[in-house]
């Protein structure tokens, strides 16, 4: 099955940007759809980008113009980069990833906006 691991977390000051990775893993993996979402503290969880493969991906209200979602298909790597953060960007970050047999989370990565 599918695995994910994601990575790049970590404190950075309002406006800041950051970049996280979520590498994809898995006996002959055809992802059909794939994305991040996130979940504050105290909030329910939430998409920040998603696409399927083929298509032009789509954006949170709250992120657009600012998150970037992107795939290297050679490395396997699933990329979101996030410009100009600010303190409600706090969050546990997830990639999810969707292939003929089911959907699947990596485990979380924290990603803290703060002075």
């Known amino acids: 099955q599918v695995h994910l691991m994601e990575s790049g977390g970590g404190l950075v000051q309002p406006g800041g940007s950051l970049t996280l990775s979520c590498a994809v893993s898995?006996?002959?993996?055809?992802?059909?759809?794939m994305g991040w979402y996130r979940q504050g503290p105290g909030k329910q969880r939430e998409t920040v980008a998603s696409?399927?493969?083929?298509?032009?991906?789509g954006y949170s209200d709250s992120v657009k113009g600012r998150f970037l979602i992107s795939r290297d298909n050679d490395k396997g790597i699933i990329s979101l980069h996030m410009n100009n953060l600010q303190p409600e960007d706090t969050a546990v970050y997830y990639c999810?990833?969707?292939?003929?047999?089911?959907?699947?989370w990596g485990q979380g990565t924290q990603v803290t906006v703060s002075s």
């Open positions: 696409t399927f493969p083929t298509t032009t991906p």
């Open positions: 999810y990833v969707r292939d003929g047999t089911g959907g699947f």
């Open positions: 898995g006996n002959n993996t055809k992802i059909i759809f």
